[in-house]
């Protein structure tokens, strides 16, 4: 695939985002039935899937540029939405390893990666070139970057990061680079085990699904990574919906209506890998978060009648902790007229090979 | 509201000494004290009498104690005893407190900085509900709240008082409760007495 950067784009103010027609086709769409409810929906993280954005490591797409300057952005009026714990160093090693391999070797065009050694004190070279990066710097020695590995890798990826750390049979949020998330604060959740930072999640932990996918994920083998989607909603295609910045993106759910919901409600997709890191033991926990409005997602027919029998069916709660309630109404209002009740093929992907014209 | 649906939300059990080699320190927010309080303290504490130390913190003048006794004015003074512990803490060693969960965290959050593990911390909870609230605008904490909605001492903004809790922070998560349509807020009532 082609890689067209859309480097002017914008996740705030003016809300520029727009996904074109390879962008929506490639959508990590997550309803495979009418129905949603909580699973434990691993499974491992190959290089196949319903659309092209599951089909390597690390997805990148024609965001990378506007997203990286976003998050650069929220940094800079918020230090604090990048944390590491003082024992995670190694793990963050790890991770600008993990990184900077699969993306330079998936993307040969846009990143390259030099060693002179695999291990600590080698000399390295990366080289960035949509952002116009090119950084030697010794393996190991955090003297030799501009900042610590984790957030310097970090900053020139897509999607938040978390890294969980292995202890006492549990894992424990001890680092994270969090700047576009559903609504959780990572100042908040810092130094959490497993359990307390799922804690405010309804119904899923009286169905066990906590226990249970923390049971398989201290299992979790090096090289062998797993993935899941989750989703939400989002009134523009906003980045930075924290609980920090919630007085600011708030009032939007108050201004959805049956007119302008098409373009304003976004669904959010997160494909959340996890990944065993081989110095540390340490688990490193990507969130990519893919965007769309309802208005694009709609241009695949079988998406727009799938995510209208989905929304019509959730149970309250869900809606309620996901903060849909308000806008819930308005949003159905705009998709009922798009599903013929026809019957739809079960899975995720969009069954359509091109889009029709708008 | 000392259950809750949010597993974040800490549970309390009732004290017991565990009989262990180590050292034992119990420390009591004395004004939560209720009558025959400390005589069931003295019955949980027997086994390991020997090797207990207890501080009262704030308690009325007569209130009597066990083992080897320590009287402190305040949590703050009791928190900086704490962290001065010269011996600090070996794997035997055992913290029990009682008190408010204001109280409780404010201490198990300077004996987790001195070394102590949470498995080594047992708490009960006594007297008021009350707790301290973090808030996810500005970060500030705001004590003593007994109400669903409270105003936050650091931005002034309304908070929605939730169950979610930090052992980090020792506090519980408030967040502005009217910002989807400003001044849409709830009617303020006493929850937690």
């Not at chain 1, 190959?46 to 599951?54: E, I, K, M, N």
């Not at chain 1, 799922?198 to 090289?223: D, S």
């Not at chain 2, 207990?52 to 900086?80: C, F, H, I, N």
């Not at chain 2, 408030?174 to 001044?183: H, N």
Request: glycine share 6%; proline share 7%; net charge negative.
């Amino acid at each position: 695939m082609s890689l067209v950067f859309k480097p002017e784009e914008t996740f705030r103010g003016d809300y520029t985002y727009r996904n074109s027609d390879a962008a929506i086709l490639r959508f990590p769409f997550p309803f495979p039935e009418d129905r949603y409810m909580y699973s434990v929906n691993i499974e491992p993280h190959v290089r196949s899937g319903p659309t092209d954005a599951f089909c390597r490591p690390f997805d990148i797409d024609e965001h990378y540029i506007a997203e990286c300057r976003d998050r650069a952005l929220t940094l800079e009026q918020d230090p604090g939405r990048c944390q590491v714990l003082p024992h995670m160093m190694t793990a963050q090693w790890d991770t600008l390893e993990l990184l900077m391999e699969n993306m330079a070797a998936d993307y040969p065009e846009q990143f390259s990666l030099t060693k002179e050694g695999d291990v600590f004190g080698s000399r390295w070279t990366w080289i960035n070139r949509p952002l116009g990066i090119e950084q030697q710097f010794i393996f190991g020695d955090p003297d030799t970057l501009p900042c610590e590995p984790f957030e310097y890798i970090t900053r020139q990826a897509q999607g938040d990061f978390a890294i969980c750390d292995q202890r006492e049979d549990n894992l424990y949020l001890d680092a994270g680079m969090i700047t576009s998330q559903a609504d959780w604060s990572l100042e908040f959740n810092v130094g959490m085990n497993f359990m307390e930072w799922h804690g405010p999640v309804p119904l899923a932990h009286q169905a066990g699904v906590f226990e249970r996918a923390l049971k398989y994920l201290l299992m979790l083998r090096l090289g062998q990574p797993v993935r899941r989607l989750n989703w939400t909603m989002s009134i523009n295609p906003r980045l930075d919906t924290s609980p920090e910045s919630y007085p600011a993106w708030g009032p939007d759910r108050a201004s959805v209506t049956v007119e302008n919901a098409g373009g304003k409600v976004h669904l959010r997709v997160e494909l959340q890998t996890l990944w065993r890191l081989p110095r540390s033991n340490a688990i490193l926990f990507p969130i990519r978060c893919f965007l769309i409005s309802i208005e694009e997602l709609a241009r695949v027919p079988k998406w727009g009648k799938r995510l209208h029998r989905v929304l019509s069916s959730l149970p309250p709660e869900l809606a309620e902790y996901k903060g849909l309630t308000r806008y819930l109404p308005a949003t159905l209002a705009w998709l009922a007229p798009l599903d013929d009740g026809a019957e739809l093929a079960t899975g995720t992907g969009p069954d359509i090979t091109e889009l029709a014209p708008v | 509201m000392m259950q809750s649906q949010i597993v974040s939300r800490p549970r309390y059990r009732e004290l017991a000494a565990e009989d262990t080699a180590g050292a034992h320190l119990l420390i009591v927010e004395g004004d939560t004290l209720a009558p025959g309080q400390m005589a069931a303290l003295a019955a949980a504490f027997a086994p390991v009498a020997d090797r207990l130390q207890t501080w009262l913190v704030s308690a009325p003048a007569t209130a009597l104690a066990l083992g080897k006794v320590r009287k402190l004015q305040t949590v703050d003074e009791a928190a900086a005893a704490l962290d001065a512990l010269q011996e600090g803490f070996g794997i035997a060693d055992r913290l029990y407190l009682q008190g408010t969960e204001p109280f409780m965290w404010s201490l198990a959050t300077v004996a987790g900085r001195a070394g102590l593990s949470a498995s080594q911390i047992r708490m009960q909870h006594a007297g008021s509900l009350k707790r301290r609230v973090w808030c996810t605008h500005c970060h500030q904490t705001t004590e003593n709240v007994t109400t669903n909605i409270a105003t936050c001492a650091g931005c002034g903004r309304e908070l929605l008082v939730r169950d979610h809790f930090s052992r980090r922070l020792g506090a519980f998560m408030g967040v502005m409760v009217d910002a989807e349509v400003p001044g849409e807020v709830p009617q303020r009532e006493e929850v937690f007495p």
